[in-house]
């Protein structure tokens, strides 16, 4: 009998925390966004303030949880999650359990960053019969799938670091790095590079962030849509990113 009772203790012990993981909220007024951004990185803090107080203005609270891009996918796919924090305009096409909300908390890209003044970019197709050494962030899904139509695999090489990739083009062992713009602009920014002769070349792609709620959630997204747009024009989005130290080179 004892043990049984261990056990029950055990249980409801363990319940919440198993609940909490998989993304279930404990009251309605609770709203779970998953998302692969670290949460004290300077993305994570932006998005962290701006989704705190869009849904207090809504009467709910926000809850931020950080996973691997797939586990996020699976979460709000399968509604464990009420869905994902920030994804690209498009994410919906794939993954139809989610329904995107109107507004961006922010427009991004794919940029080049060089040291030759002489290269200039504009778009992906603007690499096709150049020559350039071209080297990108590994695990950056954009460049992995458009660089190869445009760039000859000899030409072609994937970083783990921004940082490299800089020293790489000031060293000249490399003619053009491209990434994800918010990488890129504050490794470009730093103390290490800002006084560098490393320059923007030219933007690749261009694209809007936003969240993504759960099907079961569809009415709250026109809501939420509406509340985005009213702290934007108020001068909340520049006040966070301000704070967050967020550095962008896409403004809205």
Same mark, same amino acid.
């Given at each position: 009998?004892?043990?049984?009772?261990?056990?029950?203790?055990?249980?409801?012990?363990?319940?919440?925390?198993?609940?909490?993981?998989?993304?279930?909220?404990?009251? @309605?007024?609770?709203?779970?966004?998953?998302?692969?951004?670290?949460?004290?990185?300077?993305? %994570?803090?932006?998005?962290?303030?701006? *989704?705190?107080?869009?849904?207090?203005?809504?009467?709910?609270?926000?809850?931020?949880?950080?996973? /691997?891009? !797939?586990?996020?996918?699976?979460?709000?796919?399968?509604?464990?999650?009420?869905?994902?924090?920030?994804?690209?305009?498009?994410?919906?096409?794939?993954?139809?359990?989610?329904?995107?909300? %109107?507004?961006?908390?922010?427009?991004?890209?794919?940029?080049?960053? $060089?040291?030759? /003044?002489?290269?200039? +970019?504009?778009?992906?197709?603007?690499?096709?019969?150049?020559?350039?050494?071209?080297? *990108?962030?590994?695990?950056? !899904?954009?460049?992995?799938?458009?660089?190869?139509?445009?760039?000859?695999? @000899?030409?072609?090489?994937?970083?783990?670091?921004?940082?490299?990739? *800089?020293?790489? +083009?000031?060293?000249?062992?490399?003619?053009?790095?491209? %990434?994800?713009?918010? =990488?890129?602009?504050?490794?470009?920014?730093? =103390?290490?590079? %800002?006084?560098?002769?490393?320059?923007? $070349?030219?933007?690749?792609?261009?694209?809007?962030?936003?969240?993504?709620?759960?099907?079961?959630?569809?009415?709250?997204?026109?809501?939420?849509? =509406?509340?985005?747009?009213?702290?934007?024009?108020?001068? +909340?989005? @520049? !006040?966070?990113?301000?704070?967050?130290?967020?550095?962008? *080179?896409? !403004?809205?």
């Amino acid at each position: 009998m004892k043990n049984v009772i261990k056990v029950f203790i055990m249980l409801l012990l363990v319940l919440p925390l198993i609940m909490n993981d998989s993304g279930i909220s404990a009251t @309605e007024n609770q709203i779970v966004l998953v998302t692969q951004k670290h949460q004290e990185s300077p993305a %994570g803090k932006f998005l962290d303030m701006v *989704y705190t107080e869009a849904f207090k203005r809504l009467g709910m609270m926000f809850v931020y949880k950080q996973y /691997p891009a !797939k586990r996020a996918s699976f979460m709000s796919d399968s509604g464990k999650a009420d869905g994902e924090l920030s994804r690209i305009h498009s994410y919906n096409e794939v993954h139809p359990n989610v329904i995107r909300v %109107g507004e961006p908390h922010w427009t991004s890209g794919f940029i080049a960053v $060089a040291a030759d /003044p002489s290269v200039q +970019l504009d778009g992906w197709e603007s690499l096709k019969k150049t020559d350039y050494r071209v080297n *990108y962030r590994r695990g950056i !899904k954009g460049c992995e799938v458009n660089l190869p139509k445009v760039v000859r695999p @000899e030409r072609l090489e994937k970083l783990d670091k921004v940082s490299r990739g *800089y020293k790489k +083009l000031l060293a000249a062992r490399a003619d053009i790095f491209i %990434g994800s713009e918010m =990488d890129m602009v504050s490794v470009l920014k730093s =103390d290490e590079f %800002g006084n560098s002769d490393l320059r923007i $070349a030219g933007v690749m792609e261009r694209f809007t962030g936003h969240a993504f709620l759960h099907k079961k959630h569809r009415e709250l997204v026109p809501k939420l849509s =509406d509340v985005l747009k009213e702290m934007k024009k108020g001068g +909340l989005f @520049e !006040k966070y990113r301000n704070t967050a130290k967020l550095m962008t *080179y896409f !403004k809205d």
